[in-house]
T-cell receptor, first 113, second 116 residues
Framework: AQSVTQLGSHVSVSEGALVLLRCNYS??????LFWYVQYPNQGLQLLLK??????LVKGINGFEAEFKKSETSFHLTKPSAHMSDAAEYFCAVSETGANNLFFGTGTRLTVIP | GAVVSQHPSWVICKSGTSVKIECRSL??????MFWYRQFPKQSLMLMAT?????????EQGVEKDKFLINHASLTLSTLTVTSAHPEDSSFYIC????????????FGPGTRLTVL
């Protein structure tokens, strides 16, 4: 069975500060891992994905995530937060690619000017 | 990138009526589309997988007679909420699988349904 846990339903950072959003997964096979961003009343946009290649994955908008098998984690980071980063972020796992995605409960990022 | 649209973006209906939500792939053909439901401040829950020309595959606990899915063409899937009740009020999001993009899912903007 696969599952995702996102620690912290709400994270606040100051503009220019480091962004760290946590994601831990459970999977019986090597997983595919995804981070999506959702702006209010919009669908999801893919930020980045891990598909068993490099463990450090770079995505759009300056975000990156590192796959750590020993910690079953796939935390999302960005060195310097921007006001436009304020949104809801979802981590997702799949055992079969993008067909069957299981989403975490999401983390709302607030950026303080 | 691939664009997925949904119509309507929001709808308010009376209890007992049926509502149809459309999901279109605008610049590509999608043999597989997905329908998700999102409650306030919660995650997306997969409701069903829609395959063009065949019956949809519903997730456990989703009533297929209540949430009718039709994928009659390679660019359109519809979700009809039949005999809607207030507990059906939610944000419904569709996505389309793009094989050319290594099977990435592209999501529509969502439809907010409010049942009075």
């Amino acid at each position: 069975a696969q599952s995702v846990t996102q620690l912290g339903s709400h994270v606040s950072v100051s503009e220019g500060a480091l962004v760290l959003l946590r994601c831990n997964y459970s999977s019986s096979v090597p997983p595919y891992l995804f981070w999506y961003v959702q702006y209010p009343n919009q669908g999801l946009q893919l930020l980045l994905k891990y598909t068993s290649a490099a463990t450090l994955v770079k995505g759009i908008n300056g975000f990156e995530a590192e796959f750590k098998k020993s910690e079953t984690s796939f935390h999302l980071t960005k060195p310097s937060a921007h006001m436009s980063d304020a949104a809801e972020y979802f981590c997702a796992v799949s055992e079969t690619g993008a067909n069957n995605l299981f989403f975490g409960t999401g983390t709302r990022l607030t950026v303080i000017p | 990138g691939a664009v997925v649209s949904q119509h309507p973006s929001w709808v308010i209906c009376k209890s007992g009526t049926s509502v149809k939500i459309e999901c279109r792939s605008l610049d590509f053909q999608a043999t597989t589309m997905f329908w998700y439901r999102q409650f306030p401040k919660q995650s997306l829950m997969l409701m069903a997988t829609s395959n063009e020309g065949s019956k949809a595959t519903y997730e456990q606990g989703v009533e297929k007679d209540k949430f009718l899915i039709n994928h009659a063409s390679l660019t359109l899937s519809t979700l009809t909420v039949t005999s809607a009740h207030p507990e059906d009020s939610s944000f419904y999001i569709c996505s389309a699988l793009v094989q050319a993009a290594l099977n990435e899912q592209f999501f529509g903007p969502g439809t907010r349904l409010t049942v009075l």
